[in-house]
């Protein structure tokens, strides 16, 4: 007669799995860049095996794909937060701090967004800028003849600076998402131009 205890089966839980192999990708791309990207080497990374791997991507482009898509839904989430606050600076230090804070993801975004591959209307971080556009149009606080898919594409491009802001060397981040906040908003306030002298 045995004493051993049986020991239960290790539970697997796939969604779990599944969103360490995309953070894991994240991490790789960040780490190394797009092209040095392996199925075999995010799975090492998140410490499965590269045959359960395969159950939750069909090859490279697959996992890049999902992972992409899987960090929009997550920069979306948290920017949402971010846009709540009541003044125009809040909002704008808070999406350059997420920015900031995720510049390796964000950068893989706005390389998609640029190679006219990935922003589409209805990329969640494309929706996010027009629908925040829209609730400030409507909010009185901003000129009703604005073009919104024109003004969505500029705010791209700023994020764009914000992500280069961010490798500035010994970058303090709340530094830097606050001088950017306080330059942003002055020219969105006030502009660049001056009047020329009568």
């Keep these: 007669m045995s004493s051993r205890i049986p020991q239960k089966p290790r539970s697997r839980n796939p969604v779990q799995t599944r969103a360490r192999l995309l953070q894991a990708t994240i991490d790789l791309v960040a780490e190394k860049g797009a092209d040095a990207l392996s199925l075999k080497e995010a799975a090492r990374v998140a410490k499965v095996s590269r045959g359960v791997a395969y159950q939750h991507f069909d090859d490279r482009d697959h996992l890049l794909r999902e992972a992409k898509a899987w960090l929009s839904e997550r920069l979306s989430e948290s920017l949402h937060g971010e846009l709540d606050p009541a003044t125009m600076e809040d909002r704008v230090y808070g999406v350059a701090r997420q920015v900031m804070n995720n510049r390796e993801a964000s950068r893989l975004l706005i390389a998609d967004a640029m190679a006219g591959k ?3 209307k209805d990329h969640p971080l494309y ?6 556009l829209e609730r400030f149009r409507t909010s ?5 003849d604005m073009d919104l898919e024109i003004l ?6 700023v ?3 914000i992500i280069m802001l961010s490798y500035q060397d010994n970058s303090d981040v709340d530094k ?3 001088r950017f906040t306080a330059e942003w908003t002055r020219i969105l306030r006030h502009g660049i131009f001056v009047e020329p002298p009568a």
């Design 118 to 120: 990935d922003l589409q």
């Design 127 to 132: 929706r996010l800028l027009l629908d925040s």
């Design 159 to 161: 994020v764009a600076s």
């Design 152 to 157: 969505s594409s500029i705010l791209v491009g």
């Design 140 to 144: 009185g606080n901003a000129r009703q």
């Design 176 to 178: 830097m998402a606050r």
